[in-house]
């Protein structure tokens, strides 16, 4: 069966192993359920998820006028400590800002590739962790606004890395965690006027992939280079899609492209 879609990230269901859905025209693609069927995709060009012309896509799905104009895409995203809605004070839209940074976010560690710290919103739990492939994760700090999660995660990047490394967590390749220790190391470092936020102690949740076989050695899907693949879909973690041949295709970091794809 073919399918055309423009590419936004997978969206995915906490299951034993993780459930996968694309988003199509007129449809949506159990991605989980193609595995070892080989896949066909062809590069049909961009289109900016914002304005939807068909731009260049510059970072995030967007064009680059409007990457640096939507709300969306503001510095604010990657660097939630720079939030400033609950000062009621604007960075490039008030009120979307103040639908986003004023809900309830957490602060976690993960661990896919080696233990790392990181922010979401409460909603996004535990879909930011299945994007990230992480393999376990634990909410330590639970926080009213994202300025607040910012502040914490900033404070614990002195002991903690912020990132993953794709390539070991794609060859399934993580250290062993003390979740103890990683916690009593958290609470140390942690602000004073934060410490009322942090949650009680819970086991950290355990996250399964639709894995059949691990790359050996990663080679990455361009799409621009390689506007035309064919390979047999053996696995799917983080926003990835592993290939027999060892290729991987980050979904994630090719919103904006448009894509034919089939399933044989």
Request: proline fraction near 5%.
């Amino acid at each position: 069966m073919t399918y055309h879609a423009l590419l936004r990230k997978m969206t995915t269901e906490l299951h034993s192993p993780i459930r996968y859905f694309l988003d199509c025209e007129n449809d949506v693609l159990l991605l989980h359920d193609c595995l070892n069927r080989n896949i066909s995709i062809k590069w049909e060009g961009t289109q900016c998820l914002h304005c939807q012309q068909e731009k260049p896509i510059f970072r995030q799905g967007f064009c680059q006028s409007c990457f640096f104009e939507i709300p969306q895409a503001g510095d604010w995203i990657m660097r939630p400590e720079l939030s400033k809605a609950h000062l009621d004070i604007e960075d490039r839209d008030l009120t979307y800002e103040k639908k986003v940074q004023l809900q309830p976010h957490v602060v976690y560690l993960a661990v896919s590739s080696h233990l790392k710290v990181g922010i979401t919103r409460k909603s996004q739990v535990p879909t930011r962790w299945i994007d990230q492939g992480a393999h376990q994760a634990i909410t330590l700090l639970e926080v009213p606004n994202r300025y607040l999660s910012g502040v914490a995660e900033v404070a614990m990047k002195v002991i903690f890395s912020d990132k993953t490394n794709w390539r070991k967590m794609l060859q399934n390749e993580s250290e062993v965690v003390d979740w103890k220790l990683a916690r009593e190391q958290f609470i140390l470092f942690l602000p004073d006027e934060l410490l009322p936020y942090l949650q009680f102690k819970r086991p950290p949740l355990d996250l399964q992939y639709p894995v059949n076989q691990y790359p050996k050695k990663v080679k990455s899907l361009n799409l621009t280079k390689t506007p035309n693949f064919e390979s047999k879909l053996v696995g799917i973690k983080g926003q990835y899609l592993i290939f027999e041949d060892q290729t991987v295709f980050n979904v994630r970091s090719n919103e904006g492209h448009r894509i034919q794809l089939t399933i044989h």
